[in-house]
């Protein structure tokens, strides 16, 4: 684990007035008495040969629109599976899941992609960026999916990083020349490129030193601040601060 | 010009453009051999192709006078084209000319010094308008009307070392030499090259007994497509009721040479294809692989929000592009290697710079980039399909 060079607490406010703006094209379709995300008695069941594993067994909750969440469980708890049903990357195998007040069951491939693309920006513990891109163009990534135009996507793409609090230096500089802090701020700014009103973060923190980690966290508090829903998921309950609300999750189910 | 510059800016602004080149680069070797694949490939096709149609020009264009020809010559036990046949041939419609041709065969002498040249050559009686739409003069010039100049074929002029303003000798009668053609090759109409050309009252004197008819009559079609109509034609009218004329278009031989040539080329090219084949499952292979070893991207890039459609350009960008750059290089190897062939071993290059050779390269270089294609299209129909989560896991 690597220590982070920068120290990002300085001059944070600026920043807040470019991502305030996040996800207004989902709030056109949503009005606030809906909450932006639920679930309806979820099920994930893994059938290994005989066995079944109820990754997730009967999960419902919802969650308001610009809430800051943690979910909480032991390794193991089905954390992720619940992360991965909300950001449109796996399908339970029954109940419901609604994004934005749209039910992903009635979704085809197109339109799942499209909740990807515009209404979820997710972050992976392990940073998941693409190895022979450079910082700039992995950010630039979700705004070519999104039909963005080179220069715009390019001048977004900086002011991303920026936002994330990343050295201009490191720009053009691929993963493997990063820290990993540097390198959850470039994925920080890939997840807010298409502006989603929901960011979703799976263990950001768990491959990052405590201070760098807290750094990150503290980032996703500025960017729940400026109106973004965030829901964290970790083992780690010294995350629970910067939480709003705390889902906490045993053997697929909610405990409280 | 504009476009080239507009498409080269869509390229280097173009991510997808950029992470196909990107991804073709990160394998290097694995890229090159499928390249080389192609290459093969592509040369083998067009080389094959260049091969079979210069043979078929080398062959044709032996033969001088293939085309808007039709000869009319007389049937099995006639022994003449009649003067009343040839006006009947004149009432047909779509003839550009008609030219009676009479000949004899002949051995003429040449004396120099002390030495007498020999050969045999054909003389004959065309009349001095028709004979220059025949024939060409490589220098002097046409006989006059009357007069007992004459006009000697190539072969004629270069066996017996002729020179304009010599005189031959037929059967005691001398003929001044006043212009040598063009060698024409072989022909079906006349013989040009051991040919003896010279005027009508001359021929006349020398055969007095051949003024019933000629020996054969050349009619010029205007238009090649309506050769076989008047060909028809002129046999309905002359030989209703017996067979007294036979009529052979100078382009059956075209046609049949064409249809040989065409086999030959197209088992040429089969051979070619074969490589070609070959090629396309070290693409499909190298994009399989790549595709396996870029499953974890791929779940990245659905998770930020690919469609299925994204990801199938992309790998199909990364095979165009693979298939676009081999085949170009196939085809400049091609033309370069067949020009020093041919420079080397025939000493003339002129039958790969023909239209229908650079259709044969052309031939090559899209089913090179077709096979790119297609091994690509498997693979990247696969990667689009992947689930993101599974994708995303994929160690
Ligand atoms: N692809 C899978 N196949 C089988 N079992 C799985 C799969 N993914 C997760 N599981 C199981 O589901 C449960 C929850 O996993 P996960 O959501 O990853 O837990 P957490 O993120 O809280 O550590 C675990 O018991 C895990 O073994
Ligand atoms: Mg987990």
Same mark, same amino acid.
């Given at each position: 684990?690597?220590?982070? +060079?920068?120290?990002?607490?300085?001059?944070?406010?600026?920043?807040?007035?470019?991502?305030? %703006?996040?996800? +207004? +094209?989902?709030?056109?379709? %949503?009005?606030?008495?809906?909450?932006?995300?639920?679930?309806?008695?979820?099920?994930?069941?893994?059938?290994?040969?005989? *066995?079944?594993?109820?990754?997730?067994?009967?999960?419902?909750?919802?969650?308001?629109?610009?809430?800051?969440?943690?979910?909480?469980?032991?390794?193991?708890?089905?954390?992720?599976?619940?992360?991965?049903?909300?950001?449109? !990357?796996?399908?339970?195998?029954?109940?419901?899941?609604?994004?934005?007040?749209?039910?992903?069951?009635?979704?085809?491939?197109?339109?799942?992609?499209?909740?990807?693309?515009?209404?979820?920006?997710?972050?992976?513990?392990?940073?998941?960026?693409?190895?022979?891109?450079?910082?700039?163009?992995?950010?630039?990534?979700?705004?070519?999916?999104?039909?963005?135009?080179?220069?715009?996507?390019?001048?977004?793409?900086?002011?991303? !990083?920026?936002?994330?609090?990343?050295?201009?230096?490191?720009?053009?500089?691929?993963?493997?020349?990063?820290?990993?802090?540097?390198?959850?701020?470039?994925?920080?700014?890939?997840?807010?490129?298409?502006?989603?009103?929901?960011?979703?973060?799976?263990?950001?923190?768990? *491959?990052?030193?405590?201070?760098?980690?807290?750094?990150?966290?503290?980032?996703?508090?500025?960017?729940?601040?400026?109106?973004?829903?965030?829901?964290?998921?970790?083992?780690?309950?010294?995350?629970?601060?910067?939480?709003?609300?705390?889902?906490?999750?045993?053997?697929?189910?909610?405990?409280? | 010009?504009?476009?080239?510059?507009?498409?080269?800016?869509?390229?280097?602004?173009?991510?997808?453009?950029?992470?196909?080149?990107?991804?073709?680069?990160?394998?290097?070797?694995?890229?090159?051999?499928?390249?080389?694949?192609?290459?093969?490939?592509?040369?083998?096709?067009?080389?094959?192709?260049?091969?079979?149609?210069?043979?078929?020009?080398?062959?044709?264009?032996?033969?001088?006078?293939?085309?808007?020809?039709?000869?009319?010559?007389?049937?099995?036990?006639?022994?003449?084209?009649?003067?009343?046949?040839?006006?009947?041939?004149?009432?047909?419609?779509?003839?550009?000319?008609?030219?009676?041709?009479?000949?004899?065969?002949?051995?003429?002498?040449?004396?120099?010094?002390?030495?007498?040249?020999?050969?045999?050559?054909?003389?004959?009686?065309?009349?001095?308008?028709?004979?220059?739409?025949?024939?060409?003069?490589?220098?002097?010039?046409?006989?006059?009307?009357?007069?007992?100049?004459?006009?000697?074929?190539?072969?004629?002029?270069?066996?017996?070392?002729?020179?304009?303003?010599?005189?031959?000798?037929?059967?005691?009668?001398?003929?001044?030499?006043?212009?040598?053609?063009?060698?024409?090759?072989?022909?079906?109409?006349?013989?040009?090259?051991?040919?003896?050309?010279?005027?009508?009252?001359?021929?006349?004197?020398?055969?007095?007994?051949?003024?019933?008819?000629?020996?054969?009559?050349?009619?010029?079609?205007?238009?090649?497509?309506?050769?076989?109509?008047?060909?028809?034609?002129?046999?309905?009218?002359?030989?209703?009721?017996?067979?007294?004329?036979?009529?052979?278009?100078?382009?059956?031989?075209?046609?049949?040479?064409?249809?040989?040539?065409?086999?030959?080329?197209?088992?040429?090219?089969?051979?070619?294809?074969?490589?070609?084949?070959?090629?396309?499952?070290?693409?499909?292979?190298?994009?399989?692989?790549?595709?396996?070893?870029?499953?974890?991207?791929?779940?990245?890039?659905?998770?930020?929000?690919?469609?299925?459609?994204?990801?199938? +350009?992309?790998?199909?960008?990364?095979?165009?592009?693979?298939?676009?750059?081999?085949?170009?290089?196939?085809?400049?190897?091609?033309?370069?290697?067949?020009?020093?062939?041919?420079?080397?071993?025939?000493? %003339?290059?002129?039958? !790969?710079?023909?239209?229908?050779?650079?259709?044969?390269?052309?031939?090559?270089?899209?089913?090179?980039?077709?096979?790119?294609?297609?091994?690509?299209?498997?693979?990247?129909?696969?990667?689009?399909?992947?689930?993101?989560?599974?994708?995303?896991?994929?160690?």
């Amino acid at each position: 684990m690597q220590q982070e +060079k920068s120290s990002p607490d300085t001059a944070r406010k600026k920043r807040i007035a470019l991502s305030a %703006n996040s996800g +207004k +094209k989902a709030q056109k379709a %949503n009005h606030s008495t809906h909450p932006i995300v639920q679930l309806q008695n979820v099920k994930r069941i893994y059938t290994l040969g005989e *066995n079944k594993i109820y990754a997730l067994n009967g999960v419902s909750f919802a969650i308001k629109k610009g809430d800051f969440v943690t979910i909480m469980g032991s390794s193991g708890s089905g954390k992720s599976t619940l992360l991965n049903m909300i950001g449109c !990357l796996d399908l339970p195998s029954s109940g419901k899941v609604k994004v934005n007040n749209v039910d992903l069951s009635k979704l085809d491939d197109d339109g799942l992609t499209a909740i990807r693309r515009n209404n979820i920006g997710f972050i992976f513990q392990q940073f998941n960026l693409i190895p022979t891109l450079t910082a700039l163009e992995n950010v630039e990534i979700p705004m070519i999916f999104n039909g963005e135009s080179p220069a715009r996507r390019r001048k977004k793409a900086l002011a991303m !990083l920026k936002n994330a609090d990343l050295p201009l230096e490191y720009a053009n500089h691929k993963p493997n020349e990063m820290s990993g802090g540097q390198q959850q701020r470039v994925a920080i700014a890939r997840a807010l490129a298409n502006n989603p009103p929901i960011l979703l973060a799976d263990e950001p923190t768990g *491959n990052l030193d405590t201070k760098t980690g807290h750094n990150i966290m503290e980032l996703l508090k500025e960017l729940n601040a400026a109106g973004t829903t965030v829901i964290v998921v970790t083992h780690d309950p010294k995350l629970e601060e910067y939480a709003h609300t705390t889902i906490r999750i045993q053997d697929g189910e909610i405990i409280e | 010009m504009k476009l080239t510059k507009k498409l080269s800016a869509i390229l280097s602004n173009n991510m997808y453009a950029e992470l196909a080149k990107r991804n073709l680069k990160r394998q290097s070797v694995r890229t090159v051999l499928a390249a080389i694949g192609i290459i093969i490939g592509v040369i083998a096709i067009s080389s094959m192709g260049i091969l079979g149609n210069s043979l078929k020009l080398s062959v044709t264009e032996s033969f001088a006078d293939i085309g808007d020809k039709l000869i009319v010559s007389p049937a099995l036990g006639e022994d003449y084209i009649t003067d009343k046949q040839v006006d009947q041939i004149r009432k047909v419609s779509n003839i550009e000319s008609i030219i009676p041709v009479s000949t004899s065969g002949e051995v003429i002498e040449y004396r120099e010094g002390g030495t007498t040249y020999q050969s045999y050559v054909s003389v004959y009686d065309i009349e001095k308008e028709d004979l220059e739409k025949l024939v060409e003069l490589e220098d002097g010039r046409f006989f006059k009307p009357g007069s007992t100049d004459c006009v000697v074929g190539y072969s004629v002029a270069d066996n017996m070392e002729l020179t304009l303003g010599q005189k031959i000798e037929i059967d005691d009668t001398k003929l001044r030499v006043v212009g040598i053609l063009k060698e024409r090759g072989m022909g079906f109409d006349i013989s040009t090259d051991s040919g003896v050309f010279t005027s009508s009252e001359m021929y006349n004197k020398l055969y007095p007994d051949e003024d019933e008819g000629y020996d054969e009559v050349i009619v010029i079609v205007k238009d090649l497509d309506e050769i076989d109509a008047v060909s028809d034609e002129i046999e309905e009218r002359i030989n209703k009721k017996d067979e007294l004329v036979t009529v052979f278009a100078t382009n059956m031989i075209t046609d049949s040479l064409d249809d040989v040539f065409r086999s030959i080329s197209l088992f040429l090219m089969g051979i070619g294809s074969i490589s070609l084949l070959v090629a396309g499952v070290s693409i499909l292979n190298v994009m399989l692989m790549s595709t396996m070893e870029r499953t974890k991207e791929i779940g990245i890039m659905k998770a930020v929000g690919a469609s299925r459609k994204d990801i199938l +350009k992309m790998f199909l960008l990364e095979a165009l592009f693979l298939g676009v750059l081999a085949s170009t290089a196939g085809a400049i190897l091609t033309i370069g290697g067949s020009y020093l062939v041919m420079e080397l071993l025939v000493k %003339n290059t002129s039958y !790969l710079f023909t239209i229908s050779s650079m259709l044969y390269v052309a031939e090559g270089f899209f089913f090179g980039i077709a096979t790119s294609l297609v091994g690509g299209m498997y693979p990247a129909w696969k990667a689009s399909r992947m689930k993101p989560l599974d994708a995303l896991r994929y160690e």
